[in-house]
């Protein structure tokens, strides 16, 4: 308890002044005794040849790995070759302390050894050492660039078989047994091909393990590849703990809510104060927008929240007032990640390796050609609305006659809303209140088009009426962060596709990457259902990804199918129950 007072006290000073965002005397020792969080990633295979795919559940958990994390929403898993560069970088917002997403490896992307990495935010400030380190090989046999996975002591050593078994010796994969929690049951241990298999999960005596686990079923490779850490192994490596981490004077802030987003309003003209100064900032999409003010300190400074999942790629920020012309406002920029040490690991490939890597090239090619037929799907977000729609008052310009201008359609079509002239070739809407206050008519409303906020009500008044679909209006008072608005009136266009014709230097759109979406993994059945399967070739080296399993009191089973690949096949099971247990379970069965 006296560790969450302490550093909720530190989080309201880095937020209330951004000078407290670089150390002061003191602060250094106050990191180490607030809470750390660590990171684990569950990864399916740490051998991938390009036109596959990379899947991954992360685990965010505190510094002892004895509970899951309640401080990080947001957490980030990068890829990362020996000269440091990212091949690509993914957010996930957090769902009880998890997140998952995929990577599919490109044709234009090197043979060599990668590294899986994964952090918060708040790990930032810490000992790098402590990020989540994975081993990752990739082959691309369609480049001639191979010297990254040949052996090192010369090209006419690959042709030595002694020299094959002592490289692969390096590389044991890891099998890891928890204590007899709870176990994996099969029906049977031998499958013919395309049969289903069921898969239990059943609870041992040590009392039950409700969580939520991320199971991999996969072919197990010929070759030995590099070892993963499995979550009870996860348990046993000792965090580094200490003092803030002294390479960078910069405090990274946790996402306690959600993803932050800083920056400055800065004046344009001398003596002019920046301070307490509104910015917005939204986001719009197809179907809703993420609408957030700010304020700024005493240095101009201002951090936004966002809260919620998004999929726009475009962000539009502006200072909020009538003096806007006299500011400008800008963006932090990210600052570049300090990666750790990496020893990287990986494998050696022989020329007694060039069947299988022909065979399972030709594989790839046939199942990605299949991919229209068997799609992942995304699960859907819903919309975001700052405002209920259900409350609001809508007009669909279809139902009416179409006039040529804003303006014109007030005037005509929509009623209790309405322009108001305030001075030369100035206006601004009205909207009347249920019970007429003269203080509320003193503020204006909050306008918006496509989910932008448009302070210019004149401009806006002549733009084309018959580019826009619905007008709709709320007439309660609404607040959104410090800013009062008398009433909300929004426009959408037919295409969603509004871009403001003035952009002074208050207000900039600048390119955001969203979080990774959700994702339902498609799972090939072999029951009469799809009356195509039988027809198509089928060579999944990864039969099932299930990177959400629930397990609650009671038994769990899963069904699959095999595919036409004969051999031996891994089913892995990794996570942390809901009071941090670590689980790791393992089973093996063959296709004939």
């Known amino acids: 308890m006296r560790a969450t007072i302490v550093i909720l006290l530190l989080i309201y000073g880095l937020l209330t002044d951004h000078q407290g965002l670089y150390p002061q005397n003191g602060q250094s020792s106050t990191f180490s005794a607030m809470p750390q969080e660590r990171m684990y990633v569950h990864y399916n295979t740490s051998l991938l040849f390009v036109g ?10 505190n510094e002892k790995a004895t509970k899951l994390s309640t401080l990080s929403k947001v957490a980030y898993v990068e890829l990362v070759n020996k000269e440091m560069e990212s091949i690509f970088k993914h957010k996930l917002f957090l769902e009880n302390s998890t997140g998952q997403s995929d990577f599919f490896i490109p044709a234009d992307m090197p043979s060599g050894h990668y590294k899986l990495i994964g952090y918060t935010q708040w790990m930032r400030n810490g000992n790098k050492e402590n990020f989540f380190q994975g081993d990752i090989s990739i082959i691309n046999p369609y480049q001639s660039a191979q010297s990254e996975v040949l052996p090192k002591r010369g090209l006419d050593s690959i ?4 020299d094959e078994k002592q490289v692969s010796s390096k590389v044991l994969v890891q099998n890891e047994h928890s204590e007899p929690l709870f176990g994996l049951t099969l029906d049977k241990t031998r499958y013919l091909k395309r049969e289903k298999v069921v898969l239990g999960l059943r609870k041992g005596n040590a009392g039950s393990l409700e969580g939520n686990y991320s199971l991999s079923i996969r072919k197990i490779d010929t070759i030995a590849v590099p070892s993963k850490v499995s979550a009870i192994g996860f348990t046993r490596i000792k965090h580094k703990t200490g003092s803030k981490d002294t390479s960078s004077d910069f405090w990274f802030l946790p996402e306690l809510r959600g993803e932050l987003i800083s920056g400055k309003v800065l004046a344009n003209e001398q003596n002019l104060a920046n301070k307490d100064m509104n910015v917005v900032i939204s986001i719009p999409e197809e179907e809703g927008f993420q609408l957030k003010v700010a304020t700024s300190d005493s240095l101009g400074n201002f951090i936004v929240n966002l809260d919620k999942k998004y999929t726009g790629e475009k962000a539009h920020v502006q200072v909020l007032s009538d003096k806007r012309a006299k500011y400008s406002v800008t963006l932090d920029k990210t600052i570049p990640l300090n990666y750790p040490e990496m020893e990287y ?17 030709v594989h790839n090619q046939i199942e990605n050609g299949y991919f229209s037929v068997k799609p992942d799907s995304l699960a859907p977000l819903p919309a975001i609305f700052p405002i209920k729609k259900e409350i609001m008052t809508t007009y669909n310009l279809d139902d009416h006659t179409r006039f040529s201008t804003i303006r014109e359609t007030l005037v005509e079509v929509v009623d209790q809303v309405w322009t108001k002239r305030i001075g030369q070739n100035q206006s601004l809407f009205q909207i009347l209140p249920y019970q007429y206050d003269f203080q509320l008519m003193d503020f204006p409303p909050l306008v918006l088009m496509d989910g932008i906020p448009i302070q210019d009500h004149a401009q806006l008044a002549e733009y084309n009426a018959r580019d826009v679909q619905h007008i709709s209006f709320l007439r309660d008072k609404y607040v959104v962060g410090p800013k009062i608005f008398q009433g909300v009136l929004n426009f959408e266009t037919i295409d969603h596709d509004y871009v403001p014709y003035y952009m002074g230097s208050h207000g900039l759109f600048v390119d955001i990457v969203p979080p990774e979406p959700f994702k339902k993994y498609y799972q090939q059945k072999y029951d009469g259902t799809d009356t195509n399967a039988d027809q198509l070739l089928d060579f999944r080296y990864q039969l099932l990804w299930e990177p959400n399993l629930k397990v609650n009191k009671r038994d769990v089973s899963v069904e699959f199918y095999t595919s036409d690949l004969e051999g031996d096949f891994e089913i892995t099971l990794e996570g942390f129950a809901n009071d941090g247990t670590p689980v790791t379970l393992t089973k093996t069965f063959n296709v004939k």
């Open 52 to 61: 596959e795919y990379l899947y991954y559940k992360a685990y965010v958990l």
């Open 159 to 162: 042709f030595n078989d002694n």
């Open 345 to 361: 690991r990986g494998i050696t490939i022989t020329p007694s390796m060039e069947e299988m890597i022909v065979e399972r090239s």
